[in-house]
């Protein structure tokens, strides 16, 4: 059964770097078919797709956040992390990991989701 | 503004269908996913490729297309599916893209 996990400081201060790591449990990251992501959802709000990694190491970013992002992979550990750099309220968020299923190049769908981690930018 | 504009809002009674819709240009030639978020949950993938249903979700939930309109229709609606319902694709930019979101009351 695959399961993700996030972890993580809940309070970062506004300026600084959010960083979460997700713990993947029951497929291997190295996976062919599959791509590894951040969604987050500010409270009370809808989703938004935050970025992808592939086992390969190659991303696929959000625009209106690409300049302040990078998501990497650690295979040893069969973990990927996200740091985003330069916070402010407006990143206050429930940060979700998940496994996105590849049906092409850049495209696919989220398959498992991890449980969210609320992260709260505040001084 | 969303790039794939959903009702904020459907209501329905129990044992009726209820109807929500999700349409855009990044649907011209891409596929729609479809996912249930109850409050205080992560979300659940409902409906992939259009209209393939995964294992383990409900005959009730179904999938639909008409040009770059999807529709997610849940036929005989239950208490437990009050939730939220987003659809998900790609754009022209390949930026994976939510929907605004619809919540589904039961009535």
């Known amino acids: 059964q695959v399961r993700l996990q996030e972890s993580g400081p809940g309070l970062v201060k506004p300026s600084q770097t959010l960083s979460l790591t997700c713990t993947v449990s029951?497929?291997?990251?190295?996976?062919?078919?599959?791509?590894w992501s951040w969604i987050r959802q500010p409270p009370g709000r809808g989703l938004e797709w935050i970025g992808n990694?592939?086992?390969?190491?190659?991303?696929n970013y959000n625009p209106s956040l690409r300049s302040r992002m990078t998501i990497s992979v650690d295979t040893s550990r069969n973990q990927f992390s996200l740091n985003l750099n330069s916070v402010t309220a407006a990143d206050t968020a429930v940060y979700y990991c998940a496994r996105a299923v590849r049906i092409a190049v850049k495209r696919g769908y989220f398959d498992h989701w991890g449980q969210g981690t609320l992260v709260s930018v505040s001084s | 503004s969303y790039e794939l504009p959903q009702p904020p809002s459907v209501s329905v009674s129990p044992g009726q269908t209820a109807r929500i819709t999700c349409f855009g240009d990044a649907l011209s030639n891409q596929y729609a996913y479809w996912y249930q978020q109850r409050p205080g949950q992560a979300p659940v993938l409902l409906i992939y490729?259009?209209?393939e249903r995964p294992s383990g979700i409900p005959e009730r939930f179904s999938g639909s297309r008409s040009g770059t309109t999807v529709t997610l229709t849940i036929s005989g609606v239950q208490a437990e599916d009050e939730a939220d319902y987003y659809c998900q694709s790609t754009d022209s930019s390949d930026t994976w893209v939510f929907g605004a979101g619809t919540k589904l009351t039961v009535l």
């Open positions: 029951g497929d291997s990251i190295n996976s062919d078919n599959h791509y």
């Open positions: 490729k259009d209209t």
């Open positions: 990694i592939y086992s390969s190491g190659g991303t």
